[in-house]
């Protein structure tokens, strides 16, 4: 299945939603001109569609072998990471110091969605390296930084996160794995983690494994926690492979889907050998993850975003093609090509829309990260990365669960054909099911949207958003095709007011029913936040139209789907308001007992 790169859509809402215009007159920004912008998209999309996607299918039926803790990769993956190293692509936003260009985060996400539409499972081992470059530029020290770094943005080596242990998953402060302080003031570290992605391969010449670990006499939970870099191979202090260092995978897992990402169980010091450098000040470590795991979890929305993309141009491309019943209310009685039928448009559109909801959230969260980070003004930066922790945990879950349903509804689409492996679409829907369980749950971002996130300041943040909504919706002309869109948005941000004031409310015991209450509460803000983003690229659509500006089927069809959205989808969130609001008690009004089968 072919992979057709979205480039005029990913192009038009890095203008109109993460504003390009803006970051690039911001400082260290300047390069991010709208020509660089569209060779950019154009030369990743290439490589997306010619060099990753044709190994989509490949990888997911061969897998990541592993034999004798050596795991192999299908033909073919080796020169593809080649390729992506060599091209620049791994250090797009990486600081130029280190090798890297020094590209908005924005910019770089566009390209991030389109490695993962071509091939997912691949993606995340950029996905991975990156986040480590970003940890390490944060947190390392020069000395680590010249090491480590330079090879990591150029793609020789690539990086891994480690934090899961069995006892500790969500709960991260449960973890186990020790560090202890040798003479040489470097640390052997010794503990297992498990489920780590591309945690061995034969694809680079190094690892950079990024493990949390407990010093002897740290804090119990999350505030005892440091960081360590263990390299898979030493590295000599003139950057030099030395010896391996003592660690190994000790398994890869067998798994629902992304069977191309080795996702394995490690092993630091058997032989109470393993070397680590410990990474920024001890019990630090877990304000130096969440640099990485912050990216990452923007990337990971990403994820849901580019899974949707590519199953719904499979299923249009499927739907144009197949011919079965004749249209009911149609003109003729002929048999007719699928979509034709109200009902496979309907799930086209569908997909169409989410998907597009989702990625002008992703790209606006990713244009508040750059301007946090390069935002000369002390308040604005500090408004900009309010706004970024607010977003981050609503792109997180709210795009991947999005990803599972479209993939899922995209294979609906080809009916039988969607089960069987043969088309591919059953591969994006295992795929995309990841998502929504590893960088925190959904569940856990939705605690986190609620219990840290609104509460930010006294609520400040969430109610600057609403009102930044409120104004553009109040702005829209009451008549035409953007007028239709307006009473279906203001129902949505009156409903995620009373929401959010009803969550600010809860004190005490009552916090019990904020938690009952987070899961629909983010989806809620997704919806709303979709549909009010939607509609201001169809305001930008309808402007460029009557300018005579741009494509005009494009725009077109920009309106459609934001009235689509909010018309035929949006009308979902203000019905969220009862189940967010009831509390937790019927949750729990059946006894543990009485749950199990009788
Ligand atoms: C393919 C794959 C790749 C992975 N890659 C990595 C990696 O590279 N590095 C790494 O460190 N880890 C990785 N992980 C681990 C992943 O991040 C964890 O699986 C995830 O964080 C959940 O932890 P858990 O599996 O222990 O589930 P649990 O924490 O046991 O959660 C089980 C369920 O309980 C819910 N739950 C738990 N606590 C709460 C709470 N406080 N409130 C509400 N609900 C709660 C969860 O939402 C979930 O539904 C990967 C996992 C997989 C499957």
Request: hydrophobic share 45%; proline share 5%.
């Amino acid at each position: 299945m072919t992979y057709t790169p979205p480039v005029t859509e990913q192009r038009f809402v890095l203008e109109t939603i993460a504003r390009m215009d803006e970051l690039a007159l911001l400082p260290g920004y300047e390069a991010a001109t709208p020509d660089l912008v569209d060779a950019i998209l154009d030369e990743a999309g290439k490589l997306a569609a010619n060099v990753f996607a044709p190994l989509n299918a490949l990888g997911d039926k061969a897998g990541a072998k592993a034999v004798d803790g050596v795991v192999a990769l299908p033909d073919g993956f080796k020169a593809a990471f080649e390729a992506y190293g060599q091209g620049g692509w791994i250090g797009l936003n990486a600081a130029p110091d280190h090798g890297g260009q020094g590209l908005p985060f924005a910019l770089a996400c566009a390209v991030q969605e389109q490695i993962t539409s071509a091939n997912m499972a691949f993606s995340l081992c950029p996905m991975l390296t990156l986040g480590a470059i970003e940890a390490l530029q944060a947190h390392a020290s020069p000395e680590q930084q010249r090491l480590f770094l330079r090879p990591l943005v150029e793609g020789r080596w690539t990086g891994t996160m480690n934090l899961t242990e069995p006892q500790a998953g969500s709960d991260v402060g449960a973890l186990r794995t020790t560090a202890t302080p040798a003479a040489d003031g470097t640390w052997r570290i010794k503990g297992q983690k498990i489920y780590i992605t591309w945690g061995e391969h034969d694809l680079a010449e190094n690892i950079v494994h990024l493990v949390l670990a407990r010093t002897p006499g740290a804090p119990a939970g999350t505030r005892g926690i440091s960081l360590f870099i263990c390299p898979k191979v030493l590295v000599n202090p003139d950057g030099s492979l030395g010896a391996r260092n003592d660690l190994r995978a000790v398994s890869t897992e067998h798994k629902l889907g992304i069977h191309a990402s080795p996702t394995c169980t490690m092993a630091f010091g058997d032989n109470d050998a393993c070397v680590g450098y410990m990474v920024g000040a001890e019990n630090a470590g877990m304000r130096a993850m969440f640099t990485m795991m912050n990216h990452a979890r923007i990337n990971v929305g990403l994820q849901g975003i580019a899974i949707a993309e590519r199953a719904y141009q499979h299923a249009l491309d499927y739907a144009r093609g197949r011919v079965q019943s004749a249209r009911f209310g149609g003109p003729g009685r002929d048999p007719v090509r699928i979509i034709e039928h109200a009902d496979v448009r309907r799930m086209l559109m569908t997909v169409k829309a989410f998907t597009e909801a989702t990625r002008a959230i992703a790209y606006l969260n990713a244009s508040a990260v750059d301007r946090a980070h390069a935002e000369p003004d002390a308040a604005r930066k500090a408004e900009a990365q309010a706004l970024a922790d607010l977003l981050t945990p609503v792109t997180k879950a709210f795009s991947t669960d999005i990803g599972v349903e479209m993939s899922s509804l995209a294979l609906q689409v080809f009916g039988g054909m969607g089960f069987v492996e043969e088309t591919g679409a059953a591969q994006h829907y295992r795929d995309s099911r990841i998502a929504p369980i590893y960088e925190g749950t959904n569940g856990i971002q939705a605690i986190d949207l609620v219990g840290r996130k609104l509460p930010m300041e006294g609520g400040r943040h969430w109610r600057a958003l609403l009102q930044r909504e409120r104004q553009f919706v109040a702005a829209l002309p009451r008549t035409g095709e953007l007028g239709q869109m307006v009473p279906y948005l203001e129902d949505a941000i009156e409903a995620l007011q009373t929401a959010s004031v009803w969550i600010s409310g809860n004190e005490g015991d009552r916090l019990s029913d904020t938690a009952a209450g987070a899961t629909p509460y983010l989806r809620m803000f997704g919806l709303t936040l979709g549909g009010t983003l939607l509609a201001r690229q169809a305001a930008e659509a309808a402007r460029r139209l009557d300018a005579g500006e741009g494509d005009p089927s494009f725009c077109k069809a920009k309106i459609a789907t934001a009235r689509f959205f909010a018309e035929q989808l949006l009308p979902a969130a203000p019905a969220l308001l009862g189940p967010i609001t009831r509390g937790a008690d019927l949750l729990y009004a059946i006894p543990e007992e009485g749950l199990a089968a009788a």
